[in-house]
């Protein structure tokens, strides 16, 4: 019945900046690794950033410098500051969730949210 649920997408210009929130519902969790993917027109998903539970963040190169992972354990909720957007951010988003003890086969996926920027 966990499931986690994205918000904070929307339309935006580029050199705008927007957050995206993704919290687990369903249940109490604790997690392991948290990250966002994203998904363009005619593109595989790809990484964008992730978090450990240590605060260890690793960002794709594309967005190193402009955007911030985040989460806050006790609200079970992760965040992705994204500032100086550009049109080839334009993507679905994805967040993603490993539970402490179980294998990362089994994590947690959101439904996805659009994010789309205009020049």
């Known amino acids: 019945q966990g499931q986690m649920v994205e918000s904070g997408g929307g339309l935006v210009q580029a050199g705008e900046s927007l957050r995206l929130s993704c919290a687990a519902s369903?249940?109490?969790?604790?997690?392991?690794?948290m990250a966002w993917y994203r998904q363009a027109p005619g593109m595989q998903r790809e990484l964008v950033a992730n978090?450990?539970?240590?605060?260890?963040?690793y960002y794709a190169l594309s967005v190193k410098g402009r955007f911030t992972i985040s989460r806050d354990d006790a609200k079970n909720t992760m965040y992705l500051q994204m500032n100086s957007l550009k049109p080839e951010d334009t993507a679905v988003y994805y967040c993603f969730a490993e539970r402490v003890g179980v294998p990362t086969e089994f994590g947690y996926w959101g439904q996805g949210i659009q994010v789309t920027v205009s020049s």
């Open positions: 369903g249940g109490i969790f604790t997690f392991s690794v």
């Open positions: 978090i450990n539970s240590h605060g260890t963040t």
